[in-house]
T-cell receptor, first 114, second 111 residues
């Protein structure tokens, strides 16, 4: 079975500051990793995903994430945030063999203050 | 193209009543998933369809929950004898390969 831990339930930052949202996972098998964003009153939108290859993946809206297999982490970063980045961010994994359901973390609420 | 659509967007029902939630996946997507998002929590997997068969129903919380899918098209999630703890946002997703695309969800409130 897989599990995902998002270490911060809430992250407040000032506009134009950098941000890192932390995600650790546990799995006995190899996994694919995803970050989804949920803007207020909207559905989930894929930010980025790691399937294979370079461990640094770039997504939409200037976000990037780095897969660290030894630390079983997939932290999300952005060098300079905007008010419009205020949202809930979810880290998720699915096993590589027979990839099916996503297992989600509890989410991190990112609040950008002017 | 059109994304995943769900209806209704909001549903308020009395405890003990049955409800049906509908999901229209992206055309051509063979896989369809139902998840539940309780207030302030992450998403919980409910059921997965490949075509019209459901190889993984492990997330359905009780026998009051059931789902069906017509071919590679519409899916319906049915909750019988609703309870207050069923209040949540029910999300549907579809995929062709690895990436799941989510609908806007149905917010269910059981009073």
């Amino acid at each position: 079975a897989q599990s995902v831990t998002q270490l911060d339930s809430q992250v407040p930052v000032f506009e134009e500051a950098p941000v890192e949202l932390r995600c650790n996972y546990s799995s006995s098998v190899s996994v694919y990793l995803f970050w989804y964003v949920q803007y207020p009153n909207q559905g989930l939108q894929l930010l980025l995903k790691y399937l294979s290859g370079s461990t640094l993946v770039k997504g939409i809206n200037g976000f990037e994430a780095e897969f660290n297999k030894s630390q079983t982490s997939f932290h999300l970063r952005k060098p300079s945030v905007h008010i419009s980045d205020t949202a809930e961010y979810f880290c998720a994994v699915t096993r590589i063999q027979g990839a099916q359901k996503l297992v989600f973390g509890q989410g991190t609420r990112l609040t950008i203050n002017p | 193209g059109a994304g995943v659509s769900q209806s209704p967007s909001n549903k308020v029902t009395e405890k003990g009543k049955d409800v049906e939630l509908r999901c229209d996946p992206i055309s051509g997507h063979t896989a369809l998933y139902w998840y539940r998002q309780r207030l302030g929590q992450g998403l919980e997997f409910l059921i997965y369809f490949q075509g019209n068969s459901a190889p993984d129903k492990s997330g359905l919380p009780s026998d009051r929950f059931s789902a069906e899918r017509t071919g590679e098209s519409v899916s319906t999630l049915t909750i019988q004898r609703t309870q207050q703890e069923d209040s949540a946002v029910y999300l549907c997703a579809s995929s062709l390969e690895l990436t799941q695309y989510f609908g806007p969800g149905t917010r269910l409130t059981v009073t």
